[in-house]
T-cell receptor, first 114, second 113 residues
């Protein structure tokens, strides 16, 4: 779904570095989410935001922070990356106005922390 | 908070057979239950969903059933084809209540021809 984009698509970094993953959407959706995917652990919710002034912690928020810069932009930061944050990260959006929780995912960012 | 358990973690079937994936949820207030399919190297995409006011929903070879009393829901795929091979995720939420989807751990379905 080209309406939800993530940058970068791949990133290799070192322990202790600060990393920012960015998500942009042109779907006009209010709600945005960050998930991480690990083999055998499924999709785990990190943070979510229902509008620009709303930020909520998910299942595994420790070690992460987020910023909702605009309706269309939601960034995930790792202040000091550690190896167990190596994972595939997905951004997703959903439409509050449509009264549905159906989520649309971006293409993912593969992050490797050495 | 909500907890979603999904079984089995892997499932292998022959082409043409049926496949069933089951999920249970913990929060009796959850009312929205989608299923996502993730092909290798791709993003998850919604394939079917069900809300708590219905017990079953079908879309061609795919169906989902919901048992609110037992707090479980299932995905049924009939006449499986090799292109059905993927990871399938169930999820649950309290729609319109200001909560987010919680996903199960996924089922890797392999369909051999």
């Amino acid at each position: 779904d080209a309406d939800v984009t993530q940058t970068p698509r791949n990133r290799i970094t070192k322990t202790g570095k600060r990393i920012m993953l960015e998500c942009s959407q042109t779907k006009g959706h209010d709600r945005m989410y960050w998930y991480r995917q690990d083999p055998g652990l499924g999709l785990r919710l990190i943070y979510y935001s229902f509008d620009v002034k709303d930020i909520n912690k998910g299942e595994i928020s420790d070690g992460y922070s987020v910023s909702r810069q605009a309706q269309a932009k939601f960034s995930l930061s790792l202040e000091s990356a550690i190896p167990n944050q190596t994972a595939l990260y997905f951004c997703a959006t959903s439409d509050l106005q449509g009264d549905t929780d159906t989520q649309y995912f971006g293409p993912g960012t593969r992050l490797t922390v050495l | 908070g909500e907890n979603v358990e999904q079984h089995p973690s892997t499932l292998s079937v022959q082409e043409g057979d049926s496949a069933v994936i089951k999920c249970t949820y913990s929060d009796s207030a959850s009312n929205y239950f989608p299923w996502y399919k993730q092909e290798l190297g791709k993003r998850p995409q919604l394939i079917i969903d069900i809300r708590s006011n219905v017990g079953e929903k079908k879309d061609q070879r795919i169906a989902v059933t919901l048992n609110k009393t037992a707090k479980h829901f299932s995905l049924h795929i009939t006449e499986t084809q090799p292109e059905d091979s993927a990871v399938y995720f169930c999820a649950a939420s309290k729609e319109q209540a200001g909560t987010a989807l919680i996903f199960g751990k996924g089922t890797t379905l392999s369909v051999s021809s």
